[in-house]
């Protein structure tokens, strides 16, 4: 899957995350676009994300909006997502080999509530 570097916005246009490694797969059912994916982040300190939906502003200037389905803890917060818009559009973002989509957490900034 092609890794994106994006902000999550909430619903009232604060960012919640800046840069988390978004691994996100586009699919094609006919003339339709989807899209869906994965991020992993830290446990601590606790990530203010939840179950629903959040813009999505990708380094490279796509957009898009996520709804996260699941979430799964282990070592990490992992969240599942399903995602709408034009992201896909365009070719897969040009990012270094060495980056590749894994359960690993990347420079991800989690936002804390005051």
């Not at 070592?75 to 896909?88: D, I, M, N, V």
């Amino acid at each position: 899957m092609p890794v994106f570097i994006a902000h999550l916005i909430s619903d009232d246009g604060i960012v919640v995350i800046e840069n988390v490694e978004m691994c996100i797969e586009c699919v094609r059912q006919g003339s339709a676009q989807g899209w869906h994916g994965y991020f992993a982040l830290p446990l601590d300190p606790e990530p203010h994300v939840t179950l629903g939906t959040y813009d999505t502003h990708c380094a490279d200037g796509r957009r898009g909006q996520i709804l996260i389905t699941r979430m799964a803890v282990d070592e990490t917060l992992t969240f599942l997502f399903q995602g709408t818009g034009a992201l896909c559009n365009g070719p897969p973002p040009l990012l270094s080999s060495a980056l590749l989509c894994s359960w690993a957490l990347m420079t991800s900034r989690v936002i804390l509530s005051p």
